[in-house]
C-alpha cells in the first residue's frame, strides 16, 4: 500500500514538473513513533503513530486496531491523511495511529487499558495544537472517550479538543457517526451531476462491498435521500447477498448492528466477496479496507463508477487497466473525507466550547466537498487526467505551497 501511494505520489507530481527534491519532500514523514505497549497480563502489542505533515496544519487522522496492522501500512495511510485534508481544504495535516491487534481477543478491560497505554505513551507528541487523532478500522467513539479521558488526566486539558469522534456526551459533534457514508453520497451525486453521465433518474444500482459502519451509512443515506438508487448487493467478510430488485439498507443495517454476519441474513441469493467485484452495477463501492482491488481481480469489474470509501481500496497498479476500460475510479482522498471534515467541525466546536446542530454540521459538510468536488472534476478536465491523478495534483500542491510559505 505504502509503494502504491507514494507511486500515485510520484506519477502526479512528475507530472506537474515537480524536481526530485520536491517529490521527497512530499513522501517524507515528519516524525515515526514506534512502540510496545505492554498489557498488565503481560501481552504486548506493536503500535505507531506516524505524523506525515503538518504544513497545513495540526496532524490529523486516525488510529486502527488491526492485526496485520504495520509501520508501512500506517505511514501510507498517515501520507494519504495529509492528501486528504488539503484535497477538501481544511487547515490540518496528516497522521496515522496503528496497533498491531485482533480486539476479539480482547476482554473490555483490557481494551481499555490498550488504549490509555497508548495514549500514556504518545501524550507529549498529540494535544488539540499539535495532532488530534480519531477513531479508524476497529475504534469508536468508546475508545477515543478512554483516550481522550487519558489525555485530560495527563494533561490538565479540558477542551476534548485532542481527539475526534467522542461519544456525544463527550464533546463528540452531532453527524460525525455517519459523515463518511454521508461524504460518499455527496461526492458521488455531484460528480454525477457535474459530468450528466448517468440518468440516474432512471434507477442506478450500486454494491457495497465491506458493509459495516461506513458502507451502511452510505447506503442508508444514498436510499433515504435518492430512492432511486438502488443496492442491489451488500457483502462483509463473511460474505453477502445479491438481490436484483433492492435491498433493504435500514434492514441490513441493524441486522450488523445486532452483530450478526451478512451471510446468515435470510435471503436466497448469497454471494462471496468476489461474486459481487464482478457484478454489473452501475457504481461499486469498496468500503472495508486497502488493497482489495488488484492485478489478479481488476479484470472482473464490470461496474462504470468505483467509489474509494475506504482508504486505499484500488492498487495503483490497476488504475490504468481500469482508466482503459473506462471505468471511473472516484478517489479515497475525496470520497472517504466526510469523516475528517467532520472531525475538523467537532474539533472546532470543542475550541469554541460549543455544540451545533446536526444540520448546521451536515450543510458545512456538504459546503465543502461540493466545492472540493467541482475543483478535482474541473482540473481532472483542464488537465485530462483521471480524477485521482486530480485529486492528488490539487493536494500535492496546497501541501507544498504552505510548505513554501
Ligand atoms: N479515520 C478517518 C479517515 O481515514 C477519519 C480521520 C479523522 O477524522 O481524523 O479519514
Do not use: C
Request: glycine share 8%; charged share 25%; no cysteine.
Amino acid at each position: 500500500m505504502l509503494t502504491s501511494v507514494q507511486n500515485n505520489i510520484r506519477i502526479t507530481a512528475k507530472r506537474l514538473g515537480l524536481n526530485s527534491r520536491q517529490i521527497e519532500e512530499i513522501l517524507k514523514v515528519e516524525a515515526t513513533h514506534s512502540f510496545k505497549i505492554t498489557l498488565d497480563n503481560k501481552k504486548q502489542y506493536n503500535a505507531y503513530r506516524i505524523q506525515h505533515s503538518s504544513a497545513r496544519g495540526p496532524y490529523k487522522g486516525g488510529i486502527r486496531f488491526h492485526p496485520e496492522i504495520n509501520e508501512d501500512e500506517v505511514q501510507a495511510l498517515a501520507t494519504l491523511m495529509s492528501l486528504k485534508t488539503a484535497a477538501v481544504n481544511i487547515p490540518l495535516g496528516g497522521a496515522k495511529g496503528g496497533v498491531e491487534v485482533d480486539t476479539r481477543n480482547l476482554n473490555m478491560s483490557e481494551l481499555e487499558e490498550l488504549s490509555r497505554k497508548y495514549v500514556r505513551i504518545l501524550a507529549p507528541f498529540i494535544g488539540p495544537k499539535k495532532d488530534i487523532p480519531a477513531p479508524d478500522v476497529n475504534t469508536n467513539p468508546k475508545i477515543i472517550d478512554w483516550m481522550v479521558d487519558e489525555y485530560s488526566r495527563l494533561t490538565g486539558d479540558t477542551t476534548k479538543a485532542s481527539f475526534t469522534g467522542k461519544s456525544l456526551t463527550n464533546g463528540g459533534s452531532e453527524g460525525r457517526d455517519a459523515a463518511t457514508g454521508r461524504g460518499g453520497v455527496i461526492v458521488l451525486k455531484t460528480l454525477l451531476d457535474l459530468s450528466h453521465d448517468l440518468n440516474y433518474n432512471k434507477a442506478l444500482t450500486f454494491a457495497v462491498q465491506g458493509f459495516g459502519n461506513v458502507g451502511s451509512y452510505f447506503a442508508e443515506i444514498a436510499s433515504k435521500n435518492y430512492p432511486n438508487w438502488k443496492m442491489v448487493a451488500a457483502t462483509d467478510s463473511s460474505g453477502g447477498i445479491y438481490e436484483k430488485g433492492g435491498l433493504k439498507s435500514s434492514e441490513l443495517s441493524e441486522w450488523k448492528r445486532r452483530g450478526k454476519k451478512l451471510l446468515d441474513y435470510d435471503s436466497n441469493n448469497k454471494i462471496s466477496n468476489s461474486d459481487l467485484f464482478g457484478l454489473d452495477v452501475d457504481v461499486i463501492v469498496f468500503a472495508a479496507m486497502g488493497g482489495i482491488l488488484n492485478e489478479d481481480n481488476q479484470h472482473i469489474i464490470k461496474a462504470k463508477y468505483v467509489l474509494e470509501l475506504a482508504n486505499g481500496p484500488i492498487l495503483s497498479s490497476v488504475e490504468g487497466a481500469l482508466k482503459n476500460r473506462g471505468i471511473i475510479v472516484i478517489p479515497d482522498i475525496l470520497a472517504n473525507a466526510g469523516g475528517v471534515i467532520v472531525s475538523y467541525l467537532e474539533w472546532i466546536q470543542n475550541l469554541q466550547n460549543e455544540h451545533w446542530d446536526e444540520d448546521i454540521v451536515n450543510k458545512k459538510l456538504k459546503d465543502y466537498l461540493v466545492v472540493a468536488t467541482k475543483d478535482i472534476y474541473r482540473r481532472a478536465k483542464k488537465d485530462r487526467t483521471s480524477l485521482k491523478d486530480a485529486a492528488f495534483a490539487v493536494a500535492i500542491e496546497r501541501i507544498l505551497k504552505a510548505k513554501q510559505a
